[in-house]
């Protein structure tokens, strides 16, 4: 079992940077691939970037890459989202999630932990 908290969502202008964080507890925290999702008003909610135990990442090539990154300390049980050049579309509510494995996919419907998630708000 894995429970997961975010923060570092915020309020910022168009072209700003923010860091996300996701404190993860319980066990098997190092194995999980970890994951960050986003959801928009009315919008289904999209993968945004994901991360394995020993640090390779997946990007959502079109929306993400090149602005975003994901990390994680496996010590401290974290994982971030550091943001930069963000834009208004990237507004949304920013989940941080957990599967019971290793390995990273994209689909939601994979991750068996999710957080609360955190509010980022960019305006133009």
């Known amino acids: 079992q894995v429970q997961l908290v975010e923060s570092g969502g915020g309020l910022v202008q168009a072209g700003d940077s923010l860091r996300l964080s996701c404190a993860a507890s319980?066990?098997?925290?190092?194995?999980?691939?970890m994951g960050w999702f986003r959801q928009a008003p009315g919008k289904e909610r999209e993968f945004v970037a994901a991360i394995r135990w020993s640090g390779t990442t997946t990007y959502d090539d079109d929306s993400v890459k090149g602005r975003f990154i994901i990390s994680r300390d496996n010590v401290k049980k974290m994982v971030y989202l550091q943001m930069k050049s963000l834009k208004p579309e990237d507004t949304a509510v920013y989940y941080c999630?957990?599967?019971?494995?290793?390995?990273?996919?994209?689909?939601?419907?994979?991750?068996?932990?999710w957080g609360q998630g955190t509010q980022v708000t960019v305006s133009s």
């Open positions: 999630a957990a599967r019971r494995v290793e390995e990273v996919v994209v689909y939601a419907g994979e991750y068996s932990y």
């Open positions: 319980g066990r098997g925290f190092s194995y999980n691939a």
